[in-house]
């Protein structure tokens, strides 16, 4: 079985995030990590493509040729991966990314594609069920548990009230959830081997694309202005009188948490 | 051989993320309780950490020392009792891939690059720790074995380990063996005397080991009998280095926690960093990390290079010991009462950085390994000009 990872190369989140000045989009010019969120995803996939011949490929589309977010999929153990990178790209909002992202996955011809919920920096949460819809496959979101069943797999889907069950034709694109496994280290072998994994480069062009439907020129979506968050409240301290549980509870209620 | 940087980068990195996830939540906890932490050792084994500098050829990853440094540093960051369990096994093994047989480097380097075994090394006995000329185990030879009776101190991992790195009394003098036993308080001839009690460096067990007519194979003899001690002497150099990466690692924690206290603690309406009194201490603390990290590195270069570096290793263990108390003191000076309590790890970093300042040789004994090291170094330049 082949398995696809899309992967998203961030910013460490621990160093400061800085917006370009003249887009308004993230600064992405540094080096880049793998998403935390996709640290479940490899995770998940590296699973259920255990067997004899299975194989996990990576997909990402990053700016300047950046692999070091790759490679720690790759050390994972994740067989090799494919990377668009163009300066065409530049700019592209969730649905541009999402036919580069469907035009590169359709190369790796998977029989399942796995995705993180949504990312860490842009959590826009669409580019998943965008890419399906582009390749015409069926989508499962918030996945808590996969198995796979001869041509199908079966999915606990996450929902407020508990989990469906649902039962979905391969291929499709399944999204997971942060905590639905528990990502691996990578072995230091693992990170060793990652360095001589192969890592197919691609453009724009080589994925058939035009120029015009992707980055700035191919987004729908524009930037008009940004502002700073609104500062962090110091909340309610609740001093207990007695009453304590039943004050977190009715507070709890009121977020609908429980 | 020197490690690819993206690689070192990616692997220390990776041992930050699992010490921050699975280390720190937990050491005070063990520690406390003195407690072996079998889960992260586990871990670690999967990791790879038993075969960083391990050649590939036997199993291992062949990983330079600038690597293994800064893998030692993010452990002792979390907790200073783990680097143990690597540093002592490493060093056994550091003795096999230079002084063994390469069968005995086929025999014994995969089974501990893997971690399946552990090792231990015992120099130390209760009238031999700076002395080790007075070492008085004896190794007796018996037809194709070697009959040991003696009791060893100070041996890290004792109980743990299934292979010892041994310092016995041969008749041609001190030599080195490798004694296989079960994991265990006894095992045939060996058993543990006593278990010590310690101010740190807890959770990881140290031993006094008594051998009663232990039978070993003569082919567990290292190098040449009678030149055990300088074998085990040009290991003990990377014993300091190791301990002088521990110390940096240490001092890390306690400047950290320091720092982010100075930071949310408030007094006289401000947060006490903005006190000038605080601020002289974190200049002089964060000053000597930085300058430990360099010293440790300028010597852990010295030995990836091939070059002497006896007095190096001597300075790094020296001043990174001696930062490591003096820094985690800093630390609880400024946490106040609160640094005092059992509550927070500034005081474990308080009681495990002695360990580093007395261990594989006393800082009295590095200055004299440093003097005398200049002054071989002197009379070498004088004779060449």
Redesign the interface.
């Given at each position: 079985m082949n398995v696809v990872v899309c992967v998203k190369q961030i910013p460490d989140p621990v160093a400061p995030g800085a917006l370009d000045p003249g887009t308004n989009t993230l600064n992405r010019s540094g080096k880049l990590i793998m998403d935390d969120s996709d640290n479940y995803g490899v995770e998940m996939a590296l699973q259920l493509a255990g067997g004899e011949g299975d194989e996990v490929t990576l997909v990402s589309m990053a700016p300047g040729g950046e692999t070091?977010g790759l490679?720690?999929g790759l050390?994972m153990g994740a067989a090799k991966a494919i990377l668009i990178s163009d300066e065409a790209l530049a700019g592209s909002d969730a649905l541009g990314t999402a036919k580069v992202l469907a035009a590169a996955i359709a190369r790796a011809n998977p029989d399942l594609i796995v995705m993180a919920t949504e990312s860490t920096d842009g959590y826009t949460g669409t580019l998943p069920v965008q890419v399906a819809e582009l390749m015409g496959l069926p989508s499962v979101t918030f996945a808590k548990a996969i198995s796979i069943e001869g041509s199908t797999i079966k999915v606990e889907r996450q929902t407020e009230a508990g989990f469906d069950e649902v039962v979905c034709p391969m291929p499709a694109v399944v999204t997971v959830t942060a905590g639905v496994v528990e990502p691996r280290?990578?072995?230091?072998?693992g990170?060793?081997a990652?360095?001589s994994k192969p890592v197919e480069n691609l453009t724009v062009a080589d994925l058939g694309l035009d120029a015009s439907q992707v980055g700035s020129a191919g987004s729908g979506q524009e930037i008009t202005d940004v502002s700073e968050s609104e500062a962090r409240g110091s909340g309610e301290i609740v001093v207990d009188e007695g009453d304590g549980a039943q004050r977190v509870v009715a507070f709890l209620e009121q977020l609908k948490v429980i | 051989m020197t490690t690819d940087a993206d690689v070192r980068a990616e692997i220390i990195d990776t041992v930050r993320r699992f010490v921050a996830r699975e280390v720190i939540p937990h050491a005070s906890e063990l520690e406390h309780q003195d407690r072996f932490p079998t889960a992260m050792v586990e871990q670690m084994r999967e990791l790879g950490l038993f075969g960083v500098t391990i050649p590939e050829e036997y199993g291992g990853l062949g990983l330079d020392l600038l690597t293994y440094i800064g893998v030692i540093e993010e452990l002792a960051y979390g907790w200073m009792s783990l680097t143990g369990v690597v540093n002592t096994h490493t060093m056994a093994a550091t003795l096999i891939i230079h002084h063994g047989t390469e069968a005995q480097r086929q025999r014994w380097l995969p089974i501990m690059a893997s971690g399946e075994r552990r090792g231990a090394l015992s120099l130390s006995e209760p009238d031999a720790g700076t002395d080790t000329r007075n070492i008085s185990c004896r190794a007796q030879r018996d037809g194709d074995e070697y009959v040991i009776n003696g009791t060893k101190a100070w041996v890290t991992n004792g109980e743990t380990a299934g292979i010892v790195a041994l310092a016995a009394r041969s008749e041609e003098g001190i030599s080195a063996f490798i004694v296989e036993k079960e994991p265990g308080p006894q095992f045939e001839g060996i058993s543990v005397a006593k278990r010590e009690g310690k101010l740190g460096y807890k959770g990881v067990e140290t031993v006094q080991m008594a051998y009663t007519d232990h039978h070993i194979p003569a082919g567990n003899l290292i190098g040449e009998a009678g030149r055990g001690l300088p074998q085990i002497l040009s290991v003990l150099e990377l014993g300091r280095i190791n301990i002088a990466a521990r110390a940096v690692g240490v001092t890390r924690a306690a400047f950290d926690a320091g720092l982010a206290y100075a930071q949310q603690r408030t007094t006289m309406g401000k947060p006490i960093a903005e006190h000038q009194a605080i601020q002289l201490k974190l200049a002089d603390m964060a000053t000597r990390l930085e300058a430990s990290r360099l010293l440790t590195r300028n010597a852990a270069e010295r030995k990836m290079a091939g070059l002497r570096c006896d007095v190096e290793a001597g300075m790094a263990k020296l001043f990174a010991s001696e930062t490591a108390l003096e820094v985690s003191m800093d630390a609880m000076r400024i946490h106040g009462g609160v640094g005092y309590t059992t509550d927070l790890p500034v005081e474990r970093y308080y009681r495990d950085a002695p360990l580093m300042v007395i261990g594989e040789g006393t800082n009295e004994i590095q200055r004299i390994v440093i003097a005398r090291g200049l002054l071989a170094r002197a009379l070498e330049q004088g004779t060449a000009s």
């Open positions: 070091s490679r720690t050390a280290y990578p072995s230091f072998k990170i060793m990652a360095k | -």
